[in-house]
């Protein structure tokens, strides 16, 4: 008897082989490498809104120019002697470039503010003379002075910062961080003082702002150092 043929059984079908997961989660590599690119974008970010920052604020000035601390070597005719000091007028045309002024025929009226200044030697009130900037009725310069009460006159055609190294050019007085005029640290000790308040850096580069009173104490000080001036009405 001939023997019955099986049937063969149908293939089975065979499943593509699936990515194993890892029961313990993410490594930490990637959980610190997720964190670091984090912080690199949150640091770009922050120097990108620095950036536009500076950007903004330099467009925002452009109208204004920085004022500029006179080189003392370039300053014709400096007056290196002891107080009281006269106007500085023989030299003065030729100090104008250095000090970065403009010999104007009319006063301006874009900046116009006013400074007062006193000058103080072993307790004794120097003057200030009258006519400081003002050259021969030819010319006066953005700083200058119209009479001896000691104040200061900022009037300037366009909008810019000027500062007291530049009224001491136009006036022909040495002044730096070390002397002011013949008075030289150590030997006279001085100190300068702003609205009453001791003024520590280089005197030549404090900015002139309306209405600072402005005192030089030099040697031994007066009774009291002033700490405002009352300017005339107008000004």
């Known amino acids: 008897m001939a023997k019955k043929t099986r049937t063969p059984a149908p293939p089975r ?25 984090a912080v690199a974008v949150a640091v770009v970010a922050v120097a990108g809104a620095i ?39 023989d030299t003065l045309p030729d100090r104008l470039e250095p000090l970065g002024l403009n010999a104007l025929t009319t006063e301006g009226q874009v900046l116009h503010i006013h400074q007062h200044l006193d000058i103080f030697v072993n307790g004794k009130h120097e003057p200030v003379p009258q006519g400081i900037g003002i050259y021969d009725g030819q010319f006066l310069t953005e700083l200058h002075t119209h009479d001896p009460t000691g104040i200061m006159h900022v009037e300037s055609p366009t909008k ?33 003082y702003v609205n009453g308040e001791r003024y520590a850096g280089n005197p030549a580069a404090l900015v002139l702002q309306e209405h600072q009173e402005i005192a030089f104490v030099i040697g031994t000080p007066p009774r009291k150092i002033p700490s405002s001036y009352k300017f005339p009405a107008g000004l």
Request: include cysteine; aromatic fraction near 10%.
């Open 13 to 37: 079908k065979v499943q593509a082989p699936q990515r194993r997961s890892d029961p313990r989660g993410p490594s930490r590599f990637s959980e610190r490498r997720g964190l670091w690119l």
């Open 51 to 89: 950036v536009a920052g500076v950007l903004l604020t330099r467009s925002g000035s452009s109208n204004s120019a920085a004022a500029t601390i006179p080189n003392q070597s370039e300053l014709a005719g400096l007056q290196t002697g002891p107080a009281p000091w006269n106007p500085g007028l």
């Open 160 to 192: 810019r910062e000027f500062d007291l190294g530049q009224f001491f050019g136009v006036w022909g007085v040495r002044l730096n961080s070390n002397c002011v005029g013949g008075y030289c640290k150590p030997v006279y000790p001085w100190n300068v």
